[in-house]
């Protein structure tokens, strides 16, 4: 079937672009939970252009499928490619105030933006990642650092700076066993973070 845009499918093709849609979207989801990421991507990459046509590129549906797509790519080691999926994401989920189109709920968009400052720390950018998630600080939609932590959105007092860095947030001390993940980036340039934060 050729991809054309929603308003020249008929209501049997919409069907059936909902019916690939599912199914992609049900592939990607069992090679994530299968380990296998390189099977998952390329669910992901088949999945959104036809989220594209149904819903178009900057919906809440395409960016549910370039979260999707991000975690893969981390997976595998391609930085750029989760940057790029992230980046969408945020675009369609940050508010208006910065710059995004400000679909969906607060929470997603700091979910958002937690993927794309945890990208921003494997890169070394500690002062950026810092940077993105600060950006819920006025409106109290802030998140904890540790993706599994279940609370959803806290106000900037709610959450402790990394000693190291001072660029991840967490609300709590079990929370804090995030460590693990956090150790390599705030060890290699936690220290310059704090310096330049200081300036």
């Known amino acids: 079937m050729s991809l054309l845009s929603k308003s020249e499918l008929n209501a049997s093709e919409i069907a ?19 380990g296998d990421w390189r099977s998952a991507m390329r669910s992901y ?3 959104i252009p036809y989220l594209d046509k149904l819903y ?15 975690e893969c790519s981390i997976c595998i080691g391609e930085i750029e490619g989760a940057e790029e999926a992230f980046n969408q994401v945020l675009k369609v989920r940050e508010s208006k105030e910065f710059g995004g189109l400000g679909l969906g709920s ?5 979910q958002a933006r937690e993927y794309l400052a945890r990208l921003k720390e494997k890169q070394g950018q ?3 990642a810092r940077a993105l998630r600060a ?3 006025k409106d109290k939609s802030m998140r ?10 806290l106000r900037r007092e709610a959450l402790n700076a990394c000693s190291g860095c001072r660029c991840a947030f967490y609300c709590s001390t079990e929370c804090q066993f995030d460590w693990s993940r956090h150790k390599a980036p705030c060890k290699e340039n936690g220290a310059a973070a704090k310096t330049l934060m200081a300036a």
């Open 16 to 34: 059936q672009v909902k019916h690939l849609i599912e199914r992609h979207r049900s592939e990607g989801e069992s090679f994530k939970a299968m």
């Open 126 to 128: 500690l002062v950026r």
């Open 144 to 153: 904890c650092s540790n993706m599994k932590c279940t609370k959803s959105l």
């Open 106 to 110: 607060k929470e997603e968009a700091a």
């Open 56 to 70: 178009g590129m900057d919906s809440l549906e395409c960016a549910n499928g370039f979260i999707g797509l991000g």
């Open 45 to 47: 990459l088949s999945l």
């Open 135 to 137: 950006r819920g600080e």
